[in-house]
């Protein structure tokens, strides 16, 4: 029996070994690294702080461009400010794929505008960006727009009078109003139950995808999926959110007036009327509620959670915070912050649309890319001091503000963050107006203030904390 047992093992052994010679001829010419165990991949070269610090370390072994098979699929890492503009810039249509996350693949299946491919993401992007125009991107209306719910945040820390709070939903308030306007086509109370349920959802389930268990989950998600955790836990709370954006879109559909749209909801309806006839259209039921849940998502916990890390980073270095209230490198903090902060450290998915010679190696169609935008963030060639915060990074020599090709918070290429310009406005529009009207205080020394991050994977997620505004 033993005998038997030992000859199948031995059989599944040498096919899983026939697989993986047969999968790798297939894999064209990758970048090297470490050598993956059958099914395993390269987890026993994984950290346990993190998908960042392993990738990172094994750059320093195999140098800007190399492979990492995350369980049974190999990933190609891109990593320093050179690299990952070759790839996403110089070949941008080629490096334009978008690859998955495993825990939200479920929710999105491929659909709407962030995680679609091919035409599918070309239609939507082309109507996204176009209607996030014609509802005020780019224009002053969406300036307005901010100066107005910085006045309605003005207001409500007055009424602080002082008293330490946790700014989380007061931040995450203001800067989903916005993309809630241009989307939905109203904004919401601070103290709306529904909007703070929401909202909550949005910070539980950032906080969920950036966990380790999660990091663990992408290198297993086959079968992991099938055991209980985070990825559960993700789902259910998107499910409120589609549900929530089902009713929304059910009460545009009753009261759309096609001569005067409001909003992206209704301008999308629209489109769908006009494409009914059409069998290949992109512009149906599914695309529009991801669209949404995309935009809502993510215009609501990019643009908050830099805020948040922005004032613990203040509160920890009350000088730079003196210089913004002054009007002196106002621009500059900011930048500084976005790239201190590092929000979205391995970057969003990419993977090639087609066979792709890149650094001499052959990237076959359909291999994922991570462009690790913390190694820009953070390139000694181009931060003086990249592990330190120090406005003067983006200062040239005779004090103005210098433009850097490692600053890419938003992405680059193809890909680039839809709401780039909504959120520049926002972090500069918010900042500038709270330190105008307060100056700001911790019930913690600067010194003892720790600004590690209680999550670090998709997205790095600041600790929790007080602070005080102080009427000026």
Known sequence: MELSVLLLLSLLLGLLSLLIRGHSKACGHLPPGPRPLPILGNLLQMDRRGLLNSFLRLREKYGDVFTVYLGPRPVVMLCGTEAIREALVDQAEAFSGRGTVAVVEPIVQGYGVIFANGERWKALRRFSLATMRDFGMGKRSVEERIQEEAQCLVEELRKSQGAPLDPTFLFQCITSNIICSIVFGERFDYKDQQFLRLLDLFYQTFALISSFSSQMFELFSDFLKYFPGSHRQIFKNMQEVLTYIGHSVDKHRATLDPSVPRDFIDTYLLRMEKETSSRHTEFHHQNLIISVLSLFFAGTETSSTTLRYGFLILLKYPHVAEKV????????????????SDLLPIGVPHKVTKNTLFRGYLLPKNTEVYPLLSSALHDPHYFEKPDTFYPDHFLDANGALKKNE???????????????????????????????????????????IDLTPKESGVGRIPPTYQISFLPL
Do not use: H, W, Y
Request: glycine content about 6%.
């Open 325 to 340: 209230q002054k009007e002196i490198e106002q621009v500059i903090v900011i930048q500084e912050i976005q790239r201190f």
């Open 406 to 448: 490692a600053f890419m918070p938003f992405s680059i290429g193809k890909r680039i963050c839809l709401g780039e310009g909504i959120a520049r406005n926002e972090l500069f529009l918010f900042f500038t107006t709270i330190l105008q009207n307060f100056s700001v205080a911790s019930p913690v020394a600067p010194k003892d």
